[in-house]
């Protein structure tokens, strides 16, 4: 059961385009109902600096991640994991966004 968790939101996430799983990264990041064992403010930094080179409206705006409905559920099914769970998720999102990049 929590495996098909896990593999339902690297699923969701395999189907988003970079910009989405840099905001996903970035809510990751940010929220205070995540508990990753990464250095938050330091990966926030990072993936804020990278939609910022790639993404006009996120450089010029205020977003609202409202805006993303697929944003606002994967964060509502990892603030219902357990932190382990949290950070084999993160892994695989911020290891993806690492090869996007390279």
């Not at 988003?16 to 990753?36: E, G, P, Q, V, W």
């Not at 080179?53 to 606002?72: A, G």
């Not at 949290?86 to 290891?95: E, G, M, R, S, T």
């Amino acid at each position: 059961m929590e495996q098909d968790k896990i593999k339902f939101i690297i699923d969701m996430i395999n189907n988003m385009d970079i910009k989405d799983k840099l905001r996903l990264a970035i809510r990751m990041s940010d929220s205070n109902y995540t508990n990753l064992k990464y250095d938050k403010p330091e990966m926030y930094e990072k993936f804020d600096n990278q939609l910022k080179k790639i993404d006009e409206e996120y450089r010029t705006t205020i977003i609202n991640f409202n805006k993303y409905p697929t944003i606002t559920f994967a964060m509502a099914k990892i603030m219902e994991m357990s932190k382990e769970e949290q950070n084999q998720v993160a892994l695989y999102l911020f290891n993806n966004i690492s090869l996007a990049f390279n």
